[in-house]
């Protein structure tokens, strides 16, 4: 049993694969239409006019249904539960994980999605929230080199070292003078980075006057010219070497944009992989969602998998406003089911929560909204088991193509097509785990591509040629010239199977891009402007794409429900209920 006396939820299995990727297993279903007696509603209504949505009363606490069961979903049922809600939380896939899902096959652990540990201090910040910290809960790995780049017309490749200083040196031998332009550039984003932190990172928006700090007032001349120019001109600012430069501009990728499109505060990422360095979780990033999931029952939290949500149910409220009033929800048998609840959070794609769970007059984001919105790439994922080793990898490697714009241009410009050849992505966690059979390689490709649906998911034959190119390209660059007959597994994922297991707006592999238009305050808010008590976590709602980001959204929703303006992180550990 779990505590408070529900019926505890199953152990996370070794395998996070979303549909329809794996064959859906069936799940038992304890939950059932919980009535409330009609006093219990008008107690709760007259409690959230007078008192913080987050302070159990009466020693009842309210009752908060969660949507979704990725990182974002789990780590806001924590995080709730923790604080002495009664919370519920509803996955449609049978496994937990959502876009970090897991996929094992003939001794192979393959990660589905997330494969760059960055930020590590917002891990643990949520860990420690939670009463823990990363070291109890993660075994990490500071990889040493960071990454390889190959570049098309280059036999040699430059690894990216684990600090700031060996990477200095490295620019400056190859570019004479830029060591000393990488020093300046690392320390604005270093600076940059510390100042969203304390600013922009941990708020929700609701108030712009907690952004009116004296540090903020000091920084906006630089913040305007931060915002008027693209991240590629910033970096060709430092360097005039295009490998150089790509390296530089390629972290515009982690935010699901382009380097010419990204504003260059985004410079900050810089600081991350070529200061602060790069790590892996042994385990896999399976390993995170687990450690995430098993604190959230430990909180209290009920998940239900196999749980599709097919409406947000609502109330007439003040004021003309309609009030959240809990989910419908349906199992693999398709048996309904209802959810009854004062705060409903979804951590789903926000497209998809707002376009098919909310009737249209309570929708805050309609689908004109997303008309006019710029989705990240999607993806053509390949999961190789490769015989015998592959030292000419390393944990990372990405391959970048010399027309750099032109790869840009194809994935998201006016007429987007499968750029051919494609700067691409290849992780090989069997340099750091045994994710492998012995004599084996573990390689996870990734290639940007259209967010496009119609493009397929992995049976396509467009999305299969895709992976065939990207194979060869590997091959050809890498020097490997019997990759392909030497692959013994493989697995193939587009498009059209993001929309279909998570629900992804268009199919995008990450989320809707962080164009200067969908930044900070300008990002979708995280609470319903309709319906009150609902409100929103993930990569498609602020801070925005990423792992790291996901978990500062989900303490975003604890500050929303407190009406917590601040600016800066949750102080630790977070208060409990019962405190």
């Given at each position: 049993?779990?505590p ?7 152990p ?22 919980r ?7 008008d ?6 006019r007078s008192?913080s949505?987050?302070?159990?009363r009466?020693?009842a ?18 995080l ?13 896939n049978?496994?937990?994980?959502g ?5 094992e ?10 494969s760059?540990f960055?930020?590590?201090?917002v ?21 040493e ?12 490749p430059i690894?990216?070292a684990a ?6 040196a ?8 830029s ?17 969203a ?17 004296a ?8 913040f ?24 530089l ?13 990204t ?9 991350l ?5 790069v ?9 995170v969602?687990?450690a995430?999931?098993?604190?959230a ?15 947000i149910?609502?109330?007439a ?13 349906t199992?693999?048998?398709g048996?309904?089911?209802?959810e009854e609840?004062s ?32 989705p990240g ?9 490769v015989r015998g080793?592959?030292?000419?990898l ?18 998201g ?18 340099a750091?785990?045994?994710?492998a ?6 390689l ?18 467009t ?5 065939d ?9 890498a ?7 030497r ?8 498009p059209?199977?993001?929309v279909?297991?998570?629900?992804a ?11 200067l ?34 978990l ?9 429900l407190n ?6 992180a949750?102080?630790v ?7």
């Amino acid at each position: 049993m779990a505590p408070g006396g529900r019926p505890r939820a199953r152990p996370l299995r070794g395998a996070l694969p979303p549909h329809p990727i794996h064959p859906r297993l069936r799940t038992r279903h304890d939950a059932r239409a919980r009535p409330q007696p009609r006093e219990d509603e008008d107690r709760r209504e007259r409690s959230q006019r007078s008192a913080s949505p987050m302070t159990p009363r009466h020693g009842a606490p309210e009752r908060t249904v969660v949507i979704g069961g990725g990182i974002s979903g789990l780590a806001t049922a924590a995080l709730l539960a923790r604080s002495g809600r009664d919370v519920t939380l509803l996955e449609k896939n049978d496994e937990l994980g959502g876009r970090a899902s897991l996929l094992e096959r003939d001794g192979f652990r393959f990660d589905l999605g997330p494969s760059w540990f960055l930020m590590p201090e917002v891990f643990d910040h949520f860990f420690r929230l939670m009463g823990t910290s990363s070291a109890e809960q993660l075994d990490l790995v500071r990889l040493e080199p960071g990454y390889r780049v190959y570049s098309e017309g280059h036999t040699e490749p430059i690894d990216i070292a684990a600090t700031r200083a060996e990477n200095v040196a490295l620019f400056e031998s190859i570019e004479r003078g830029s060591g000393a332009r990488l020093e300046r550039y690392l320390d604005s984003a270093g600076e940059v980075y510390e100042l969203a932190k304390r600013r922009f990172l941990y708020t929700t928006f609701e108030s712009l006057t907690p952004l009116l700090a004296a540090d903020v007032i000091r920084e906006l001349p630089r913040f305007v010219k931060l915002f008027g120019t693209d991240l590629d001109s910033a970096a060709g600012a430092v360097v005039s070497d295009d490998r150089l430069r790509q390296i530089l501009g390629y972290p515009a990728v982690f935010l699901g944009s382009s380097p010419y499109t990204t504003p260059s505060m985004y410079h900050l990422m810089s600081h991350l992989d070529l200061e602060d360095g790069v790590y892996y979780p042994r385990g896999g990033f399976a390993r995170v969602i687990e450690a995430i999931a098993d604190l959230a029952r430990e909180a209290g939290v009920r998940i239900e998998t196999g749980a599709s949500v097919r409406r947000i149910r609502t109330e007439a409220a003040r004021r003309r406003r309609a009030r959240a009033t809990g989910v419908e929800w349906t199992d693999t048998a398709g048996d309904p089911h209802v959810e009854e609840a004062s705060v409903v959070v979804s951590a789903a794609d926000l497209h998809h929560t707002e376009t098919k769970l909310l009737p249209p007059a309570l929708r805050t984001y309609p689908q004109s909204y997303w008309d006019r919105k710029t989705p990240g790439p999607g993806a053509v994922l390949l999961s190789l088991g490769v015989r015998g080793e592959l030292p000419e990898l390393l944990h990372h490697t990405l391959f970048f193509t010399k027309d750099w714009r032109s790869n840009f241009d194809a994935i998201g410009g006016p007429s987007p097509y499968v750029p051919d050849p494609a700067s691409l992505y290849v992780c090989k966690p069997s340099a750091t785990d045994a994710v492998a059979p012995e004599g084996h390689e573990n390689l996870f490709v990734l290639v940007p591509i259209p967010a496009d649906p119609s493009l397929g998911g992995g049976s396509s034959d467009t999305i299969r040629a895709a992976g065939d190119r990207a194979i060869a390209q590997i091959a050809d660059w890498a020097d490997i010239p019997d990759l392909a007959e030497r692959i013994t597994v493989r697995h193939d994922v587009g498009p059209a199977d993001f929309v279909e297991s998570i629900n992804a707006w268009r199919g995008t592999m990450l989320g809707p891009a962080h164009t200067l238009a969908q930044s900070a305050l300008f990002r979708a808010g995280n609470a319903s402007k309709r319906v009150d008590g609902l409100v929103y976590a993930g990569g498609s709602t602020i801070p925005g794409i990423g792992l790291p980001m996901c978990l500062i959204s989900a303490e975003l929703v604890v500050k929303r429900l407190n009406g917590d303006t601040s600016t800066e992180a949750l102080p630790v550990p977070l208060q409990t209920g019962h405190e």
